[in-house]
């Protein structure tokens, strides 16, 4: 039967002797683990705030009625044709409007889906922003602005003015950043909306609206559904779009699969309108996940090299310990405890110091016009990753530790006591 408090208080005694490589060994896990947890913790918040900035944007399936060439061309009502090779030139699109067709029932019917969180119409219209001798091309969306507010992170973006003085004012807009800098325009200022027919409304500036993409900053405005309808001269059924936010993002390439055949109409999931976003932030993730697992590697490789030193230090007191009845897997448990104390040690110590130093990141100031939402530097404290930390630190250090102790229990003390 194994004492374990004998092995231990060798294994204790062997660390206290021997100070400094057992402080050398605790360090090479502390700064390991300490280094992945910054890291990591820094990379993924950084990672998470472009993530939120672009998707948080966009809605899980946008529904609108995209115009494009007719399926089936003249050519082929003739049946003299059938067969033969048709070369058509100059193919013009389909006779169509940008609006979606039955647009209320469908957003009725998407309502009712236990799936959907919820759904939102809009209608985007292109104009031109005035204000006196400016003149700035753009296109202002219709919005039931308190239903994006629930379904997006809209009002994050809001920074002068607020949504219920959009929802409260018929007449109010809330204009891009880069608009209003442009034309030097602020809260409480009117600006004059032409429309491609060259009718012009004025509409009051209710707040200013800065997403942090410059692209759209400086050509969307927002303003209230009925407003742009009105504006647009069409009726409150003319809707352009559908913004549909669910319950599991995962469902949203069969839902909107599903919408195209049932009701005819184009519909682009999360997945399809970013893919070159995702494909971008899975990089990001795999280069911070190799460099945190390489830090962690090194950090054991150096354990592994402080314990094979120490045991060939201890030849003698392993000789005398097999020589006083202790068996090779005795000898095995107390440099295996050693290690093991070490990582653990070392690995509390470096989630500590992982965490006071991503501490002192998020408080770092990050200011920047673009980004008015972000005060500091962004850092994610998952506790997975701390779980993952001190795992990888007490498995790095058993392999080690095994190793070198599996050695050391197949010293033969004979040997040693002999010199040979």
């Given at each position: 039967?194994?004492?374990?408090?004998?092995?231990?208080?060798?294994?204790?005694?062997?660390?206290?002797?021997?100070?400094?490589?057992?402080?050398?060994?605790?360090?090479?896990?502390?700064?390991?683990?300490?280094?992945?947890?910054?890291?990591?913790?820094?990379?993924?918040?950084?990672?998470?705030?472009?993530?939120?900035?672009?998707?948080?944007?966009?809605?899980?399936?946008?529904?609108?009625?995209?115009?494009?060439?007719?399926?089936?061309?003249?050519?082929?009502?003739?049946?003299?044709?059938?067969?033969?090779?048709?070369?058509?030139?100059?193919i013009r699109p389909k006779q169509?409007?940008?609006?979606?067709?039955?647009?209320?029932?469908?957003?009725?019917?998407?309502?009712?889906?236990?799936?959907?969180?919820?759904?939102?119409?809009?209608?985007?219209?292109?104009?031109?922003?005035?204000?006196?001798?400016?003149?700035?091309?753009?296109?202002?969306?219709?919005?039931?602005?308190?239903?994006?507010?629930?379904?997006?992170?809209?009002?994050?973006?809001?920074?002068?003015?607020?949504?219920?003085?959009?929802?409260?004012?018929?007449?109010?807009?809330?204009?891009?950043?880069?608009?209003?800098?442009?034309?030097s325009l602020g809260v409480g200022?009117?600006?004059?909306?032409?429309?491609?027919?060259?009718?012009?409304?004025?509409?009051?500036?209710?707040?200013?609206?800065?997403?942090?993409?410059?692209?759209?900053?400086?050509?969307?405005?927002?303003?209230?559904?009925?407003?742009?309808?009105?504006?647009?001269?069409?009726?409150?059924?003319?809707?352009?779009?559908?913004?549909?936010?669910?319950?599991?993002?995962?469902?949203?390439?069969?839902?909107?699969?599903?919408?195209?055949?049932?009701?005819?109409?184009?519909?682009?999931?999360?997945?399809?309108?970013?893919?070159?976003?995702?494909?971008?932030?899975?990089?990001?993730?795999?280069?911070?996940?190799?460099?945190?697992?390489?830090?962690?590697?090194?950090?054991?490789?150096?354990?592994?090299?402080?314990?094979?030193?120490?045991?060939?230090?201890?030849?003698?007191?392993?000789?005398?310990?097999?020589?006083?009845?202790?068996?090779?897997?005795?000898?095995?448990?107390?440099?295996?405890?050693?290690?093991?104390?070490?990582?653990?040690?070392?690995?509390?110590?470096?989630?500590?110091?992982?965490?006071?130093?991503?501490?002192?990141?998020?408080?770092?100031?990050?200011?920047?016009?673009?980004?008015?939402?972000?005060?500091?530097?962004?850092?994610?404290?998952?506790?997975?990753?701390?779980?993952?930390?001190?795992?990888?630190?007490?498995?790095?250090?058993?392999?080690?530790?095994?190793?070198?102790?599996?050695?050391?229990?197949?010293?033969?003390?004979?040997?040693?006591?002999?010199?040979?």
């Open positions: 039967m194994t004492n374990w408090k004998v092995i231990l208080g060798i294994a204790k005694t062997h660390l206290l002797t021997k100070m400094k490589s057992t402080v050398t060994a605790s360090l090479g896990v502390t700064f390991g683990i300490g280094a992945y947890i910054t890291l990591v913790s820094f990379m993924t918040g950084l990672n998470g705030m472009l993530d939120d900035l672009v998707l948080n944007q966009t809605p899980h399936i946008h529904v609108y009625n995209e115009i494009e060439p007719s399926a089936e061309q003249p050519i082929s009502l003739y049946e003299k044709f059938d067969g033969g090779l048709n070369v058509i030139h100059s169509s409007q940008l609006k979606i067709h039955n647009a209320l029932p469908i957003l009725h019917y998407l309502k009712e889906q236990e799936n959907v969180k919820g759904a939102t119409p809009q209608l985007r219209s292109q104009i031109f922003y005035l204000s006196g001798s400016i003149e700035l091309g753009g296109n202002l969306v219709g919005v039931d602005i308190m239903e994006e507010v629930r379904l997006s992170n809209i009002q994050e973006y809001i920074v002068e003015g607020s949504p219920e003085a959009l929802r409260n004012t018929d007449n109010g807009i809330l204009l891009g950043s880069g608009l209003a800098k442009k034309m200022n009117r600006v004059q909306i032409s429309t491609v027919k060259g009718t012009v409304f004025p509409l009051k500036i209710v707040g200013i609206y800065q997403s942090g993409i410059a692209e759209i900053d400086n050509v969307q405005s927002f303003a209230n559904l009925k407003t742009v309808q009105k504006i647009q001269g069409e009726a409150e059924n003319y809707v352009t779009d559908i913004n549909i936010k669910l319950h599991d993002i995962s469902e949203a390439v069969p839902m909107a699969r599903q919408l195209e055949r049932q009701f005819k109409i184009k519909a682009t999931d999360i997945n399809e309108a970013n893919a070159q976003f995702e494909t971008g932030t899975n990089i990001r993730n795999i280069i911070t996940y190799a460099v945190s697992i390489t830090l962690l590697i090194v950090a054991g490789f150096g354990i592994y090299n402080i314990l094979n030193m120490l045991i060939y230090e201890k030849m003698k007191d392993i000789a005398i310990l097999k020589a006083t009845g202790f068996s090779g897997r005795d000898v095995q448990l107390i440099f295996m405890s050693q290690a093991m104390i070490i990582g653990v040690a070392g690995g509390i110590v470096g989630l500590i110091i992982g965490f006071f130093l991503s501490r002192i990141i998020d408080n770092i100031p990050f200011e920047t016009e673009a980004l008015p939402t972000i005060s500091t530097f962004p850092v994610n404290y998952n506790p997975g990753y701390y779980v993952i930390g001190i795992i990888f630190a007490l498995i790095s250090t058993f392999i080690a530790g095994y190793l070198p102790s599996n050695k050391a229990k197949k010293i033969d003390p004979v040997h040693i006591i002999r010199g040979t």
